[in-house]
Nanobody, 128 residues
């Protein structure tokens, strides 16, 4: 059974940092696109960052560009999201996601519909 498990969320003051992890089990995702999404209370889920199977390029929402960094460690079957200079607007439940198909293109990395597997989410709260 495939599972994605997020960890690393918590409460942090504005300007602080957190590092989220997404540990995958049940299959390897070394050849699959993966991404992070978030959902704030009362809002729709939105794209945060994505990394294609090749890992050569990374993609970010404009709101987090320059502050967040997505990465992956294929040996550990784990993806990360380093979040710096956090703002209260970053408060949300953060979800990791993975594409079932291997070697997918990059056209739809920002779309939640591309991803087949989802974690349960981890809460990030940034206080002002």
């Amino acid at each position: 059974q495939v599972q994605l498990v997020e960890s690393g969320g918590g409460l942090v003051q504005a300007g602080g940092s957190l590092r989220l992890s997404c540990a995958a089990s049940g299959r390897t995702f070394s050849n699959n696109a993966m991404g992070w999404f978030r959902q704030a209370a009362g809002k729709e889920r939105e794209f945060v960052a994505a990394i294609p199977w090749s890992g050569g390029s990374t993609y970010y929402a404009d709101s987090v560009k320059g502050r967040f960094t997505i990465s992956r460690d294929n040996a550990k079957n784990t993806m990360y999201l380093q979040m710096n200079s956090l703002k209260p607007d970053d408060t949300a439940v953060y979800y990791c996601a993975a594409d079932r198909e291997s070697y997918s293109g990059t056209s739809y990395l920002r779309h939640s519909t591309m991803y087949d597997y989802w974690g349960q989410g981890t809460q990030v709260t940034v206080s002002s």
